[in-house]
C-alpha cells in the first residue's frame, strides 16, 4: 500500500523557517517525481514544488522562488521541504504527493506563520 | 489567482448528472493533459480523473472527464450524497513552467 506521511509542521514565526519531511512506502520513491502542495485555510489548493526521481530537476512558484528548497533522499525515501524567510502568507496544510500530478497524497502538515 | 478558471458551486439532486467546467488558455491545457481531484471534507485530495478522461482504480464509473481546446469538463452522473465535496482541475502550464491548479468547485447534492 503506498503511503505518504508529513511531519515537521508547526508554528513559526514571520521571517522564520522550518522544515518538512514526507516518509514514503509502499512504492520505488527513487523511480517517482515528488510533488508539494498547500492550502491556505478556506481556500483552494496551490502547488509549490516538485522534483525528478533522481533530483536533478526541481520546479518552484513563484512566490516561493528563492525561500523554499525542495530535496529528497532516495536512500530513506524521504522527501523534504526546507521553507525559510517565511511570511503570513506561507501559512497553510503542506500536503506530500506522488508524482507530477499527485496520484496520491498525504495526510498534511499544518504551518502556521505568525507572531 | 489561478490560471484555471472553474465555478464556484455546483449543484444536483440525487441521481441527476453535474457537470464541472475548467477553462484555461493555449499554454495550459491546450498543450497538456487534465487531471481532475476530489477533496471530501476535512481530508486531503484524492486524484479522481488523469490524462483529461482516465480514472485510477477504484474511481467509479459515474466519474468521467472531456477536454476540448483549452476547457475541459468533470461529470458526475447519477449524483449521490457522498459526492459533497470539492473539485480542481490541474494541469502543467508550459509559459509558468509550473503546475497549476482551477479555483475548485463546491458540489452541492440537495
Known amino acids: 500500500e503506498v503511503q505518504l506521511v508529513e511531519s515537521g509542521g508547526g508554528l513559526v514565526q514571520p521571517g522564520g523557517s522550518l522544515r518538512l519531511s514526507c516518509a514514503a512506502s509502499?512504492?520505488?520513491?527513487?523511480?517517482?517525481?515528488m510533488s508539494w502542495v498547500r492550502q491556505a485555510p478556506g481556500k483552494g489548493l496551490e502547488w509549490v514544488a516538485n522534483?525528478?526521481?533522481?533530483?536533478?530537476?526541481?520546479y518552484y512558484v513563484d512566490s516561493v522562488k528563492g525561500r523554499f528548497t525542495i530535496s529528497r533522499d532516495n536512500a530513506k525515501k524521504s522527501l523534504s521541504l526546507q521553507m525559510n524567510n517565511l511570511r503570513a502568507e506561507d501559512t497553510a496544510v503542506y500536503y506530500c504527493?506522488?508524482?507530477?500530478?499527485?496520484?496520491?497524497w498525504g495526510q498534511g502538515a499544518l504551518v502556521t506563520v505568525s507572531s | 489567482q489561478s490560471v484555471l478558471t472553474q465555478p464556484p458551486s455546483a449543484s444536483g439532486t440525487p441521481g441527476q448528472r453535474v457537470t464541472i467546467s475548467c477553462s484555461g488558455s493555449?499554454?495550459?491545457?491546450?498543450?497538456?493533459?487534465v487531471n481532475w481531484y476530489q477533496q471530501l471534507p476535512g481530508t486531503a485530495p484524492q486524484l479522481l480523473i488523469s490524462?483529461?478522461?482516465q480514472r485510477p482504480s477504484g474511481v467509479p464509473d459515474r466519474f468521467s472527464g472531456s477536454k476540448s481546446g483549452t476547457s475541459a469538463s468533470l461529470a458526475i452522473s447519477g449524483l449521490l450524497s457522498e459526492d459533497e465535496a470539492d473539485y480542481y482541475c490541474?494541469?502543467?502550464?508550459?509559459?509558468?513552467?509550473?503546475?497549476?491548479f482551477g479555483t475548485g468547485s463546491k458540489v452541492t447534492v440537495l
Open positions: 522534483i525528478k526521481g533522481d533530483g536533478s530537476e526541481k
Open positions: 490541474a494541469t502543467w502550464d508550459a509559459s509558468l513552467n509550473g503546475f497549476v
Open positions: 490524462d483529461n478522461n
Open positions: 493555449s499554454s495550459n491545457i491546450g498543450s497538456d493533459t
Open positions: 504527493a506522488r508524482g507530477v500530478i499527485g496520484d496520491c
Open positions: 509502499g512504492f520505488t520513491f527513487s523511480n517517482y517525481w
